[in-house]
């Protein structure tokens, strides 16, 4: 490379050094681990690119990942599927967008397994009794220490299988005492349900809520995971989609305080009933099989 550069002209050796460092700069870009992202003021703009490399990396895999948004109760529900077998799991459904999943299931050919809930919800009805009854087959799945009925009741280190992949349960109480964290086979994917949110955690003053326990389940159970693995929350009110688990350990405003003042936080939130808990509880013990 010296001799070349020798050769060339001054003004000419320099614009050549100039674009060689703006490649190698793009080919580093692309090395990049595939983090993901949580708030874009805290990231380069390469970061857009990532996105669509993580997609890649996960449809390499064989497994095909949606993320899905409703707007009312700010939930994200979470559609995997085995690109081979085409057998499909869906996290935390809700009620008012089960047309628009089923949709989306059938153009992607898809045939959906299990639809799992992270926890018995107070915001939302889950879609999953619906679901239930629309789709052939479908079987519902959610904690045993929910409290709520369902096919298959889950432990902590229950898996549910999907073709060749899974998700693997870690029981994460705090928020709720059936809260569960599901992880992909491989690591790289919690969804944490409420346990974990974005620079945040499920609040834990009503429905068997406890602090000193939601704050010993994520450090036991999602911090231990590895610092790359990718966060998917239940829900996000300020248009964040991702985090890592490694940010969520290095900034989390809340789980990176000691126990005691975690729990006083928690303790002094002072945040209003969820509009929907009355009639969201009830119809979510059952799997939202209620009149639908």
Request: glycine share 6%; aromatic share 6%.
């Amino acid at each position: 490379m010296n001799s070349v550069t020798i050769r060339l002209q001054p003004a000419l050796a320099c614009a050549w050094r100039r674009q060689t460092t703006r490649n190698s700069r793009r080919i580093r870009a692309l090395q990049l681990p595939c983090y993901g992202a949580s708030s874009t003021d805290l990231l380069p703009p390469v970061q857009t690119n990532l996105r669509h490399y993580c997609s890649g990396m996960e449809q390499e895999k064989g497994l095909l990942f949606r993320q899905l948004f409703e707007s009312v109760s700010s939930t994200y529900s979470y559609l995997l599927a085995d690109l081979e077998t085409k057998d499909a799991v869906l996290i935390d459904p809700v009620l008012e967008t089960v047309d628009r999943d089923i949709k989306l299931i059938d153009e992607l050919g898809l045939s959906l397994k299990v639809a799992v809930n992270t926890h018995c919800h107070a915001d939302h009805i889950t879609g999953t009794g619906l679901l239930k009854k629309r789709l052939i087959g479908v079987k519902s799945a959610i904690s045993k220490h929910s409290g709520a009925t369902a096919d298959i009741l889950l432990t902590d280190g229950d898996s549910i299988i999907f073709g060749k992949h899974c998700l693997n349960v870690r029981e994460t109480p705090g928020h709720t005492d059936g809260c569960m964290t599901l992880v992909t086979g491989d690591q790289s994917m919690a969804f944490t349900g409420d346990a974990v949110l974005i620079r945040g955690c499920g609040r834990t003053d009503f429905q068997q809520g406890c602090s000193k326990r939601l704050y010993e389940s994520v450090h036991e159970k999602i911090f231990t995971l590895p610092g790359h693995c990718l966060i998917y929350p239940a829900h996000d009110y300020k248009g964040q989609t991702v985090s890592t688990v490694d940010e969520e350990r290095k900034y989390n405003p809340r789980l990176t305080k000691s126990l005691e003042e975690f729990v006083d936080i928690m303790k002094n939130l002072n945040l209003s009933k969820p509009a929907k808990i009355d009639i969201a509880v009830p119809a979510n013990l059952v799997c939202g099989l209620h009149d639908v």
